[in-house]
């Protein structure tokens, strides 16, 4: 039973500290006091010994948080909701929440956006090739014939492949859709008609690898999905053309990248890696046509407070009996991040 009107339920973090500090300010603290009974102070980042975990309904959790397992849930007879101010919840939530039946939510449809918006970045800039033109423009100081060198540079009916349609692949191809891109997807879970919905031409993976400009992966990390950019298929990547991760590192075999790009045919702006962090001595540091970010295109800094946001959203649903918007269901992790 969700609390009646005049029931606060008691709520607990369990997070890493700095998260909560990075996430909750006043103003934030002030709204979620005002539906939950919380002690905004207190953070348990272990919960081995958490006499509070007695009486808590909600878990509000995020990056940090102890897993919850069944030794955990016998310490929590009273939870009945679990509210997640981050994306996967995959590293947390165990099979003991979903048999205790457990409500859960999540906000990885808050932390796309600032993943898709970096992935579009990174597809304009590659297109029109602004890293290497920057860096010899830095190096000659002076101006080349940018057409010479880059002969059909630029965005215009350049080809843009999608491999996975998940939240972040949907929000890539809707923020494309006022450029003039001609935009694949690769995904087993879409039909022709719904890509058709989604403005975009489903084609099998190697058909999408070999007839783009730019490959941008948005594909789960599932046992399916580990080096799905392998040797193979790297090679079958048009000369000069881009490769873009910003989903997970396992997706792509970091040997057979490396080896591809040192030979100057591709490109790759790689914002996660396997292992993470790479290697000191890795090439991919120093090749001129890498550009390697330290997972950075999720939520950080101010988009954090997007994700807080939805959670308190979730929180005040919850709370007035009302269904989560954003609820994680457990036949679903199967195909999900």
Not at 144 to 151: A, E, G, Q
Request: charged share 20%.
């Amino acid at each position: 039973m969700h609390p009646t009107p005049t029931t606060r339920p008691r709520a607990l973090f369990a997070m890493g500290r700095r998260h909560r500090d990075a996430m909750f300010p006043p103003a934030e603290i002030q709204r979620l006091t005002a539906c939950v009974d919380i002690d905004p102070d207190h953070v348990a980042e272990d919960l081995t010994d958490e006499p509070a975990l007695a009486d808590v309904e909600i878990l509000i959790t995020s990056w940090g948080c102890p897993v919850l397992d069944e030794e955990v849930l016998a310490r929590a007879p009273a939870l009945k909701a679990i509210v997640h101010a981050a994306g996967s919840v995959k590293h947390h939530v165990t099979q003991a929440c979903w048999d205790r039946g457990v409500l859960v939510s999540s906000a990885p449809a808050a932390n796309a956006v600032p993943v898709a918006e970096y992935t579009v970045a990174a597809i304009l800039f590659a297109n029109k090739r602004v890293l290497e033109i920057g860096g010899l423009y830095r190096e000659h100081r002076a101006p080349l014939d940018w057409s010479r060198r880059f002969p059909g540079f630029g965005n215009y009916r350049r080809t843009v492949g999608v491999v996975g349609a998940s939240l972040v692949g949907r929000k890539v191809i809707e923020l494309l859709r006022p450029y003039d891109l001609d935009v694949l997807l690769a995904d087993p879970y879409v039909s022709t008609l719904r890509a058709a919905a989604m403005g975009v031409r489903l084609v099998e993976p190697d058909e999408l690898v070999e007839a783009s400009d730019v490959v941008s992966l948005h594909a789960p990390e599932l046992p399916e999905t580990r080096h799905l950019m392998d040797a193979r298929r790297l090679g079958l990547m048009r000369d000069g053309a881009t490769l873009i991760n910003t989903a997970r590192g396992s997706l792509v075999d970091t040997d057979a990248l490396t080896a591809e790009a040192a030979t100057g045919r591709i490109h790759a702006v790689i914002d996660v890696t396997e292992p993470e962090v790479l290697p000191a001595a890795s090439p991919l540091y120093t090749l001129p046509n890498v550009l390697l970010t330290p997972h950075i295109a999720g939520s950080l800094g101010g988009e954090l407070h997007r994700i807080t946001s939805s959670a308190l959203d979730e929180i005040e649903r919850y709370c007035a009996g009302e269904p989560f918007a954003h609820a994680v269901h457990h036949a679903a992790l199967a195909t999900s991040a």
